[in-house]
């Protein structure tokens, strides 16, 4: 009870932050969008830090890419905020290290595919799934004009399936992220998951509670599930709803 007390007040606290993005002085260039997220703690490592750096965000979205919020990128999908791409990449960076797999399931526009290749590179390989043909190939573009060493090295690729299932093809992975809400944990990812991998992935329904989950997969029988905070994304669901 203790310990959920805890991450409930860790929730509000993270919550009571983020609702103050709109406060900042306006970001116009990507180093000023690191150091307001450095500033606000939501980046902690250097490694991290480095790697948004590199990565512009204007390259992913067309409309205000250094605001912290959601944007759209067509097809009914949003770029996530900038402060949940920091999150999750604290989160599995210690899953992300040089020869390790990971799967980038909701890749949209690519921002953060590519960045989670950059942590695996040279020697492991990102897979980004999308179910709109028309985002993996604007996310293909969008990667080749900002880091086309990525596929030249085969670090990453892009494909175009149902997230929902995973990417059994390329399984196990060490490393998972989700961006949609699932209403359930998926079976089938904790499936690919390695043991000792990490799975990252907002579960409630569209519209409901939300909250952000951290999954390790212990055994292959065992997983631990850890309650991070609460967000707001969108629905983890199939092309046809999406595009409607």
Not at 167 to 179: Q, S
Request: hydrophobic share 40%.
């Amino acid at each position: 009870m203790l310990a959920m007390r805890i991450i409930n007040l860790f929730a509000l606290l993270i919550v009571c932050e983020f609702s103050n993005a709109s406060r900042w002085s306006p970001a116009v260039t990507n180093a000023d969008l690191i150091k307001h997220l450095k500033r606000r703690g939501v980046l902690k490592s250097e490694r991290v830090e480095n790697v948004m750096s590199l990565v512009d965000r204007a390259n992913y979205s067309k409309y205000n890419p250094y605001e912290d919020r959601p944007q759209s990128i067509g097809f009914g999908a949003t770029i996530s905020a900038p402060h949940m791409h920091a999150i999750a990449l604290e989160l599995l960076k210690d899953h992300l290290y040089n020869g390790s797999k990971a799967l980038d399931i909701g890749s949209g526009s690519g921002y953060l595919t590519a960045c989670m290749a950059l942590m695996v590179a040279p020697n492991g390989k990102v897979i980004g799934i999308d179910h709109i043909p028309g985002l993996v190939r604007q996310s293909i573009k969008n990667i080749e004009k900002d880091q086309p060493e990525l596929f030249k090295s085969g670090v990453i690729r892009m494909v175009v399936g149902d997230g929902r299932l995973g990417y059994l093809p390329e399984a196990k992975y060490d490393a998972i992220h989700v961006g949609a809400a699932a209403p359930k944990l998926p079976k089938h990812l904790v499936d690919q998951l390695k043991v000792g991998g990490r799975l990252i992935i907002p579960i409630g329904r569209e519209g409901g509670i939300q909250t952000l989950y951290q999954i390790d997969k212990i055994t292959n029988e065992t997983i631990e599930r850890t309650p991070l905070h609460g967000v707001a994304f969108v629905p983890l669901t199939d092309k046809e709803s999406q595009v409607a």
